[in-house]
């Protein structure tokens, strides 16, 4: 599984965050979110995937900020259609479809995405669109119907490790592309706590 940290905010973090060698590093583009991402992002190894976090965002502002960011791909939170997702295609960039879970879910919803998303991302439904600090019940993705690569996000820190072993053991952990951590590794909103993101990558 890869990693993905989300939430990045502050350049001399990001620099800390990017000699782990994370998969992904996500910015929010979001201005209700305490993690809103406004600065420039600073020069950091190509082999690390920026990623552009939205939520229902005109779609010329999405395009614009991947141009000016050079993102990689893009998370989209909100209530993006099919046709919103197809639109971006155009842009040659990695697609990732949120969808948020408390206590089930009806993964039909997912096949009108199929052919406009690379990915999709599954995290815990709660007040805000993401970072909401707690995980969903993973077992209810045992009914996953589809075998697109997916990110599992929601809450997870340090004490889901062994949960997270777990998970992989059952059959649908090999379609879990990358784990999405975010809120449980960080010391105030955007602000990541360096050693407990070494921690966690030792320990997986």
């Given at each position: 599984?890869?990693?993905?940290?989300?939430g990045?905010k502050?350049?001399?973090?990001?620099?800390?965050?990017?000699l782990l060698?994370p998969?992904?590093?996500g910015f929010i583009?979001y201005?209700?979110s305490?993690?809103?991402?406004e600065?420039v992002?600073?020069?950091i190894?190509?082999s690390?995937k920026?990623?552009g976090?939205?939520?229902?965002?005109?779609?010329?502002?999405?395009?614009?900020?991947?141009?000016?960011?050079h993102?990689h791909a893009?998370?989209?939170?909100?209530h993006?259609t099919p046709?919103?997702?197809?639109?971006?295609?155009?842009?040659?960039i990695e697609i990732?479809?949120v969808?948020s879970?408390?206590?089930?879910?009806?993964?039909n919803?997912?096949k009108?995405?199929?052919k406009?998303?690379d990915?999709f991302?599954f995290d815990t439904?709660g007040k805000s669109?993401g970072?909401n600090?707690?995980?969903f019940d993973?077992?209810?993705?045992?009914?996953?119907?589809?075998?697109?690569?997916?990110?599992?996000?929601?809450g997870?820190g340090?004490?889901?490790?062994n949960k997270i072993?777990?998970f992989k053991?059952?059959?649908?952990?090999?379609?879990c592309?990358?784990?999405?951590i975010?809120s449980?590794?960080?010391i105030?909103?955007?602000?990541?706590?360096?050693?407990?993101i070494?921690i966690?990558?030792?320990?997986?």
């Amino acid at each position: 599984m890869k990693l993905k940290v989300c939430g990045m905010k502050y350049q001399d973090n990001i620099n800390e965050v990017a000699l782990l060698q994370p998969d992904y590093l996500g910015f929010i583009f979001y201005e209700k979110s305490a993690r809103h991402f406004e600065s420039v992002i600073p020069e950091i190894s190509k082999s690390i995937k920026k990623v552009g976090v939205f939520v229902d965002a005109d779609i010329e502002e999405v395009i614009k900020t991947i141009k000016k960011h050079h993102l990689h791909a893009v998370q989209l939170h909100g209530h993006e259609t099919p046709e919103y997702c197809k639109n971006l295609q155009s842009q040659d960039i990695e697609i990732t479809k949120v969808f948020s879970i408390k206590d089930q879910f009806n993964f039909n919803d997912l096949k009108p995405y199929e052919k406009v998303c690379d990915y999709f991302l599954f995290d815990t439904k709660g007040k805000s669109p993401g970072g909401n600090g707690y995980t969903f019940d993973w077992s209810i993705l045992n009914n996953y119907k589809s075998t697109k690569p997916f990110f599992l996000s929601g809450g997870i820190g340090l004490a889901e490790i062994n949960k997270i072993k777990l998970f992989k053991k059952s059959k649908v952990s090999k379609y879990c592309y990358a784990l999405d951590i975010n809120s449980q590794f960080e010391i105030e909103p955007g602000l990541k706590d360096i050693e407990k993101i070494k921690i966690f990558k030792s320990q997986l």
